[in-house]
């Protein structure tokens, strides 16, 4: 037979001997029924790793063959053992012919098919079943436990069976004790039986699509140790018998639809030390007996809908080790008692409502650091020594970060993310040698990065977005060399990207955006391998993209925002050198006729025959000027008592219409009232008179017959200016706009050659004067400077919402009254040309040198309200600094933005206040109004924000709000 034998034709043949086993004892009483059982087992198998080979049917016994164990005495199989041997094929009947088989363990393989060759009635000795972790499939026989034998345990767990349990399980009730269907598609109610089992110590029936109640007959299995019933639909209330099943150590529901409160019994559980309800409809209170529970290692209610506030008495769970409280509604404070569970792991409350400064019991107080350094940090005095885990987000947790975290120095994820916590980042963060996640993501926390992170050698991912973070990331992150993943997006940074990050090759989502780094990104970028997300959007960023690796295909999105930076990604091609943004010149006298755009804009010729236009222009209506207003005051006059024909006077809104409109008798229009100028004609033509000149024009001050001073400016652009009726038309618009913060226009005058504008007088000169021309002794105080600010945004935020654009914003636009309280004056004189050109625009702007939004020299940038923000913002650290907003040197120009911006980066900003206010100002509000300042002066518009959000800020600043309680 030898011979033949190994030949598959053959083995069929044999197999259809073993099924009529007799015949074959006939045929060969010496040849083992195992051998054949076996032989015939492994013909239905795939052996792809050749771990059967030692199974040959030459052999006389079995027994020293691979995976098999004897009886040795009988030379009876009893166990076959095959786990994780990758073997695929089915479960084949030749099994059954091993009569004497105690162990099935065919675990962790592939194998396909049903278990119907599985027959515990032939296999009467059968204990142990383990079929878990394989591809088997069908529903279990309902008669399968019929003859249960001596089954003790039977696992089918990570399997694709399906179908309800068969209820012949309850024929196992005094064998079974452990049973795992875990990880399968069994569906339908548990059968009655199982709750009869008394036997069973361990039941897993977790992981599959089971639903229905639990009986309260689960008090019957009063053997039990654990059971798992996780992940299916089973619903109802717990029942209270399970607290009848004393020895329970394990009680996993979670991930069900059980609802209700938790039974009270289950305080009798006093071995129990897991015990998991997550994921269910659980409601009430925390249960104050679960301190009663005292072996309690890991107690995990979370995603519940627990309310209230956390027992004092989880105080007593000294065991515990995890907790996890998360995402229910729970309130209050964490229990100081909770100090005792010293041998917590892992704590999470996260998503929760729960508030408070954060536990000092956790955290240590600033006292209690002090004691534990004199007692040079005894082991008694750390409270929670050995957690690694530490989840408070998503609650209402105020005051700051205690210093003394880096106690804590077994933490391994710390997440304060989405709470209130405010002030700075503790230096001893770098401290937590261990730490692999830091997310402190969504707070309110302030100051800059500390340079210590460094110190956090094992940080994987650091999260520190939504925040108010200033300062530069610092170049200490090189050091945390396992970085992943670095998210720093919307907040206040500044300064570069640091080039060490090029040296962090783990690094794969990094997110810088809506900051205000500036600089160029470092072209080592580009060798990061893993990279696969990199958002630097919005910044203020510059130059070429790194080119080659993750940077060939970044997304615009990323890169959007950056208006500086070119390259491919941004469809915009690197010039050689990069036009300077704002327009200096510093030779261009104080009066715009010479203005002159850089030549790199191309644009030279055009601009020096509009400026000369205006030049020239101006020179003439100086001189018709002269006249005009002769006429003018002698025509008012004379109104007076005659009511010349040549002049209207009108109330407010109604205007009619003049009958003649020649340069010799013009239109005169007040809009509340009569004109009546008293002054002779030498106070307009006076020199001494003249207030100023600026881009549109002179000023000079006259006085009303009643005695009120009024304020006239010669408009200087006529041979620009519109029709009169366009003309008329703006002016009204501009005269209606009232505001305590904006200079009142009063009326106007117009010929065709000659156009004056009447305006209120502010009496105490400009600011202008104000800050550099002030007379010795007297400065500005920060209080006043401070109100001047205010004002001004509050005047502008009023321009704006009336759709009037200022577009020429300037210290010496801005005068003050005799109160103190500035008045924004000049507004809107663009309008009254016939276009609203951009070079006409920036060559009559040219003498408000340094205040000029950069999208006037960008063409292709709509110029919006934004470019009076951006002009606000220079202002704004002008009144601060007490320095003009471009300051030339011997050889060398200082703009004062960039200044500022640089001081802050340096971390010595508070050095740029004026340094007449000696000291003489609060740092806190210094320092937030000039972020301000450098905020509205954003290169990208979009980026600055509106004059009523400034006017909020301004407001916040002055009166921060309260209820940032104090850490105690
Ligand atoms: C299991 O079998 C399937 C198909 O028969 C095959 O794709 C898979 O790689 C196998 N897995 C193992 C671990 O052998
Ligand atoms: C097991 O074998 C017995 C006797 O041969 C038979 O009566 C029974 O139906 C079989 N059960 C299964 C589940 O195949
Ligand atoms: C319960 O079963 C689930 C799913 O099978 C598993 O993830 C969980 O760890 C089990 N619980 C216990 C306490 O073993
Ligand atoms: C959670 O409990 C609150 C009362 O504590 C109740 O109003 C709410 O409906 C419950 N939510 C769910 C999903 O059961």
Not at 25 to 43: C, E, T
Not at 197 to 205: A, E, Q
Not at 400 to 411: D, H, P
Request: charged share 20%.
């Amino acid at each position: 037979m030898r011979h033949l034998l190994g030949n598959r034709k053959l083995l069929t043949l044999l197999t259809l001997l073993v099924l009529a086993s007799q015949c074959v004892r006939s045929l060969n009483p010496s040849l083992n029924d195992d051998v054949l059982g076996l032989i015939v087992f492994k013909a239905d198998l795939q052996d792809p790793k050749r771990k059967l080979s030692s199974w040959n049917q030459d052999a006389d016994t079995p027994c020293n063959w691979f995976g098999v164990k004897c009886n040795p005495r009988s030379n009876r199989v009893t166990e076959l053992t095959l786990d994780g041997l990758s073997l695929s094929g089915k479960i084949g009947r030749g099994l059954l012919q091993l009569q004497f088989l105690h162990k099935l363990s065919l675990a962790r393989n592939n194998l396909t098919g049903t278990i119907t060759a599985i027959n515990l009635t032939r296999l009467a000795n059968l204990r142990v079943v383990d079929l878990s972790d394989n591809s088997l499939s069908g529903s279990i026989p309902e008669d399968f436990f019929e003859e249960c034998g001596s089954l003790r345990s039977l696992s089918l767990a990570k399997n694709k069976f399906s179908g309800k349990l068969p209820g012949s399980l309850s024929s196992c009730a005094a064998t079974l004790a452990s049973l795992d269907l875990s990880s399968n598609q069994f569906s339908g109610d548990l059968p009655p039986g199982v709750w009869g089992l008394n036997g069973l110590r361990s039941l897993d029936v977790s992981d599959n699509l089971l639903e229905g109640g639990i009986p309260k007959g689960i008090e019957a299995l009063n053997n039990l140790r654990a059971i798992n019933l996780s992940k299916n639909r089973f619903a109802g209330e717990v029942p209270s018998g399970i607290g009848s099943c004393l020895l329970l150590r394990s009680i996993d529901f979670s991930e069900n639809l059980f609802s209700g409160y938790l039974p009270e019994t289950m305080q009798k559980l006093i071995l129990c030390n897991y015990l998991s309800m997550s994921d269910n409809l659980l409601a009430g209170e925390v249960p104050s007996w679960i301190g009663e529970m005292i072996r309690l290692e890991t107690l995990d209610l979370s995603r519940n809908n627990f309310s209230g506030e956390i027992p004092r008495e989880m105080g007593k769970l000294e065991s515990l080790q995890v907790l996890n409280f998360s995402a229910n509604g729970l309130t209050g404070s964490l229990p100081e008692s909770m100090s005792n569970c010293r041998s917590l792991l892992s704590l999470d409350f996260s998503r929760n409502s729960i508030g408070g400064g954060l536990p000092v019991w956790i955290f240590g107080s600033a006292l209690e650091k002090a004691w534990q350094l004199e007692n040079k940090l005894s082991q008694s005095s750390n409270t929670l020594a050995n957690l690694q885990v530490l989840d408070l987000s998503e609650n209402e947790f105020s005051g700051e970060i205690a210093s003394c975290i880096g106690v804590l120095s077994s933490l391994k994820l710390l997440n304060l993310s989405g709470n209130s916590l405010v002030g700075p980042i503790p230096r001893t963060v770098g401290d937590l040698k261990e730490l692999d996640v830091l997310d402190l993501s969504k707070n309110k926390l302030n100051g800059s990065i500390p340079l210590e992170i460094g110190g956090a050698t094992s940080l994987g991912e650091l999260r520190l977005e939504r925040n108010f973070l200033s300062g530069q990331i610092p170049n200490s992150v090189e050091n945390c060399s396992q970085l992943t993943t670095l998210i720093l997006s919307h907040n206040s940074l500044t300064g570069p990207i640091p080039a060490v990050l090029a040296k962090l090759t783990n690094l794969q989502d990094v997110d810088f955006s809506f900051n205000s780094l500036t600089g160029s990104l470092p072209k080592q970028l580009a060798n990061l391998p893993n990279l696969y997300s990199f958002n630097i959007s919005h910044n203020h960023l510059q130059g070429e993209l790194p080119a080659g690796g993750f940077f060939n295909t970044i997304s615009p999105s990323s890169v959007s925002g950056n208006p500086a930076l070119c390259g491919a990604a941004v469809n915009k091609s690197c010039p050689a050198v990069l036009p300077k943004p704002i327009v200096l010149n510093p030779n261009s006298s104080s009066d715009s006729s010479t203005g002159v755009l850089p030549q790199s804009l191309g644009h030279k010729r055009i601009i020096l025959s509009i400026s000369a236009l205006i030049a020239i222009g101006a020179a003439a209506v100086i001189v018709v000027g002269v006249i005009a207003i002769t006429v003018l005051n002698l025509r008012v006059r004379s109104s007076t008592s005659r009511s010349a024909a040549a002049l209207t006077f009108s109330g407010g809104d109604d205007f009619s219409q003049s009958p003649t409109t020649d340069a010799n008798s013009g239109k005169l229009v007040m809009f509340s009232g009569e004109p009546d100028f008293s002054t002779g004609t030498h106070a307009l033509l006076n020199k001494d008179c003249e207030l100023g000149r600026g881009g549109f024009g002179a000023v000079y001050r006259t006085v009303l017959r009643d005695g009120r001073p009024v304020a006239i400016k010669k408009l200087t652009v006529s041979s620009l200016v519109k029709s009169q009726d366009d003309f008329e038309r703006e002016v009204k618009k501009l005269g209606k706009v009232r505001h305590p913060n904006l200079v009142a226009l009063e009326g106007y005058y117009w010929t065709t050659s000659l156009q004056l504008l009447i305006s209120e007088f502010v009496s105490s000169g400009s600011l202008y004067k104000h800050l550099h021309e002030g007379p010795g002794g007297h400065f500005l105080s920060w209080n006043e400077r401070f109100n001047i600010i205010l004002g001004t945004a509050k005047g502008l935020a009023h321009l704006h919402q009336s759709n009037i654009i200022h577009y020429n914003i300037k210290s010496s636009n801005i005068l003050i009254d005799s109160s103190g309280e500035p008045k924004v004056g000049d507004y809107g004189l663009a309008r009254l040309l016939p276009m609203l050109d951009r070079y006409v625009l920036s060559s009559k702007i040219q003498s408000a040198l340094g205040y000029m939004a950069p999208e006037f020299a960008c063409k292709t940038v709509k110029i919006t309200e934004k470019c009076d923000i951006y002009g606000f913002g220079v202002l704004l650290l002008e009144v601060v600094t007490g320095k003009r907003p471009v300051e030339y040197m011997e050889d060398d120009v200082v703009v004062l933005c960039d200044m500022v911006r640089g001081a802050l980066e340096d971390g010595r900003v508070e050095e740029c206040v004026d340094g007449r206010l000696q000291g003489n100002f609060p740092v806190e509000e210094a320092v937030p109004v000039m972020k301000l300042g450098l905020i509205c002066t954003s290169q990208v518009p979009s980026n600055r924000p509106d004059m009523g959000e400034v006017v909020n800020i301004l407001e916040l600043i002055r009166c921060p709000s309260e209820g940032q309680e104090e850490l105690v």
